[in-house]
């Protein structure tokens, strides 16, 4: 769970699930306060955007109603706004997102 604010127009804000996108060797380093999230929605209304939105059901990672991973609304999150761990997502569910991010940022 993660603090999205201050956000604005069409970027997700609240109090929502992140799924954890930065390396863990990035993530381990204690004195770089920023992590690199990928925040999620209950809107199915987002899969209109093609593959970059990736489903993830409820129950999965500790998430209480079905959810879409929003590749295309990644962002940097100071680690003050990281909240309570949720879960975590199983391989196949983390290479559709990696699949998502690729699609997302044009990565070969």
């Known amino acids: 769970m993660a603090t999205l604010e201050p956000r604005s127009g069409s970027e997700q804000r609240g109090t929502r699930p992140v799924l954890l996108v930065s390396s863990d060797l990035f993530n381990s380093v204690q004195n770089w306060r920023s992590l690199i999230v990928a925040p999620l929605t209950t809107s199915s209304r987002n899969l209109r955007r093609g593959p970059s939105c990736i489903a ?39 290479e559709e997102v990696a699949e998502g991010l ?7």
């Not at 991973?69 to 909240?83: E, F, N, S």
């Not at 690729?102 to 070969?108: G, L, N, P, S």
């Open 56 to 94: 993830v059901s409820a129950g999965t990672a500790g998430l209480r109603q079905d959810s879409f991973v929003l590749c295309h609304q990644v962002t940097t999150l100071d680690r003050a706004k990281i909240g309570r761990r949720l879960g975590e997502l199983p391989a196949a569910a983390l």
């Open 102 to 108: 690729r699609v997302a940022m044009a990565i070969d």
